[in-house]
């Protein structure tokens, strides 16, 4: 590659999960304190980083339809950072299909990225997989201004292996970031206008301190933030949803009553092939224990169908597990074969045509499920947190205690907190009614 004049400007586009996201605000501050400013809106951008997510169906190959596209009418191109998920399995490969790639790096290396640029500048590329001792916690800048809401890493890696995911090849091992620095960052979250904080893991429940401290604990200690008023955590897993976890559910009102817990299958012989460490029964007998704790929890999970060697009437325990537990809010995909992965080695691969089919069913019943949880919310009252302006004039947006999207009209601000009546229900949002004003 020929030598360039250093970035002025970035673009960061993040694909997937909500880690993602913060991965990629993570960089989008490191690349500002380097004095790059983000494009604006219409502007081309002199540096472009695709923050990949291998969760995706054809992920790779996506990205390498995004990197085409980002090509100008005069046949110039930015300088283009592959980063996440997508950049850790493929490294070199990108780099041999890819000519017009610059920089490839993993998500346990981009804080690595302020040095790539430099020999990107100087026409050198560089592929950055590792997943050093020294983390990019340790050396990323300090937070930077954010609005009503804020995610926070507080775990990342797996080590659970499930058959058909790439994370641990991705990820890395579980590592948990000490209390001390997550209490740190949280409290300038808030300090620069966080008032509700989602906590992010792989498996964000099985968060642990060097004392052995679980996420219940640190959840008791940011409560304690003077200003933060909500706290939320995900993706959790079943086998470290601890009692003391559940316990705070019903005894930190700032953690609020939204669980989301994967189960991904209804079926104890699919769930085995999945290597999930959950049967049907254990997982009901955690949900049961936790809406004892908390009844008027919202619940959400994670759902796959299709998996290699799926039978009908394995499905239709999927289905009857949905009815079972009444979710408020899901996700359902179908089974897509990740390279390297067990499952995609594994017989009886169930054709397309099927997992369509049985898509479209879970689906209608996920949104039936949703939109009961919707409308028994009508006639609640409760604290909605504004988070953004509606299409109508006066209209405002923001999301319930349940993570519901409630829309009413009012004279309020992003940020602020209201208390709002419920008074119609849709399959994805609510209509609500302003009651009072509970601070700003």
Not at 99 to 107: I, Q, T
Not at 274 to 290: A, C, E, G, Q, W
Request: proline residues 6%; hydrophobic residues 40%.
């Amino acid at each position: 590659m020929r030598p360039t004049p250093p970035p002025q400007t970035y673009r960061v586009k993040s694909f997937g999960c909500q880690m993602n996201v913060y991965d990629g605000e993570r960089m989008a501050e490191l690349l500002a304190t380097q004095g790059i400013r983000p494009a604006a809106d219409g502007e081309d951008a002199d540096l472009v980083v695709l923050n990949t997510c291998h969760i995706r169906e054809k992920a790779a190959e996506k990205v390498y339809s995004d990197i085409g596209r980002l090509r100008r009418e005069d046949g110039s191109a930015p300088l283009i950072a592959v980063a996440g998920c997508v950049a850790q399995a493929e490294g070199e490969e990108i780099m041999a299909r890819a000519p017009a790639v610059s920089m490839v790096v993993g998500p346990q290396a981009y804080h690595r990225l302020p040095e790539m640029i430099e020999q990107a500048a100087l026409g050198q590329r560089s592929v950055d997989t590792d997943m050093p001792a020294q983390t990019k916690f340790d050396v990323l800048p300090a937070r930077r201004k954010v609005g009503p809401n804020a995610f926070l890493t507080v775990q990342e890696g797996c080590d659970k292996f499930c058959t058909y995911c790439v994370v641990p090849y991705t990820r890395g091992a579980e590592i948990s970031r000490s209390f001390n620095d997550l209490v740190e960052e949280a409290r300038s979250l808030v300090e620069a206008g966080a008032r509700e904080i989602t906590l992010l893991g792989q498996n964000v429940n099985a968060w642990r301190d060097d004392s052995n401290r679980g996420l219940e604990k640190l959840v008791e200690e940011l409560a304690a933030i003077p200003g933060l008023a909500r706290i939320r955590y995900t993706t959790s897993h079943p086998n470290d949803m601890t009692e003391g976890l559940i316990e705070a559910h019903r005894d930190i009102p700032q953690l609020m009553p939204f669980l989301h817990l994967p189960v991904q299958a209804g079926n104890d012989r699919v769930l085995k092939a999945m290597n999930r460490s959950h049967t049907v029964d254990s997982y009901l007998r955690i949900i049961d224990r936790v809406r004892a704790a908390r009844p008027d929890i919202a619940l959400s999970g994670d759902f796959i169908v299709g998996f290699p060697g799926e039978t009908d009437a394995e499905f239709e325990d999927t289905l009857k597990l949905v009815e079972r537990v009444g979710y408020a809010q899901c996700f359902s995909f179908k089974y897509s074969p990740r390279p390297g992965t067990p499952a995609a080695d594994m017989e009886d691969q169930v054709p397309m045509a099927v997992m369509d089919e049985r898509l479209q069913r879970l689906q209608a019943a996920l949104s039936a499920s949703q939109l009961a949880f919707n409308q028994a919310s009508v006639g609640k009252r409760c604290t909605v947190l504004v988070e953004r302006k509606g299409k109508l004039p006066g209209q405002w947006l923001g999301k319930s205690p349940w993570l519901q999207s409630v829309h009413f009209t009012a004279d309020a601000a992003i940020g602020d907190l209201v208390e709002v009546e419920l008074v119609e229900a849709g399959p994805n949002s609510l209509s609500g009614r302003l009651v009072s004003a509970i601070s700003g």
